[in-house]
């Protein structure tokens, strides 16, 4: 079955977010995720949901639009809504896939949807997202949609995966900046999971095929935000 894509306005603006809110409600194949009024607030959203989209503003409060999207790690789609045309080229500079000034129409983000599509059919498939770890002195070449979790052992890291593991020299942390937040959830100290490996889960344990996993209690919180969304 076909799946919406999951939309995140980030905007301080009450009324430009009521109109982008209306826009994605009546278009088939959107559907609004969030509404984020400020950067740092985005930040903790897309830690804990799956996001395609993130229709941003540039002049929000305390962290701004271009510095939010500088500092994010494997960010989702990216259009800019701004008043102000001169940002533009920086906003390119970041990849974006669209650049929409205010006030615009209907139409218009009509137009911004269909290079959202575009860019999405150009996207190389699930199956062919890869990441390389460093094992002895070789790039291994991983495949993302095989990974079942990663295991913090001491100074190494574990990759499990359907077939196999890996054992590289690498922090759990380090290795989480590297994936995609929208796939790959911290459930405890000491591992970090594939949600799309998930065949079963409780309050206090994920199980992932024939392989359960403790919910560490610090962890509670991100863990059930995940379920419920």
Known sequence: MFEALRC???????????????YIRQTPG????????????AMDWLQNNHTDVIFLDIHLPQLKGLDFLSILKNPPLVVITTAYHEYAIDGYRFDVVDYLLKPYDFKRFLEALAKIQKRL?????????????????QQ?????????FLESVKEYCKVHTTSKFWLTLSSLSAMEHRLPAAQFLRIHRSYLINTQQISAFSATEISLGNVVLPIGKTYHDAVAAFFKN
């Open 121 to 137: 059919i150009s996207r190389p498939n699930a199956v062919d997202e890869v990441f390389f770890i460093k094992v002895n002195k």
């Open 8 to 22: 995140l306005i980030v905007e301080d603006e009450l009324l430009p977010a009521e109109l982008l809110g209306d």
């Open 30 to 41: 959107l559907e609004l995720a969030g509404v984020c009024t400020d950067a740092l607030y």
């Open 140 to 148: 291994i070449r991983i495949r993302l949609q095989e990974i079942l």
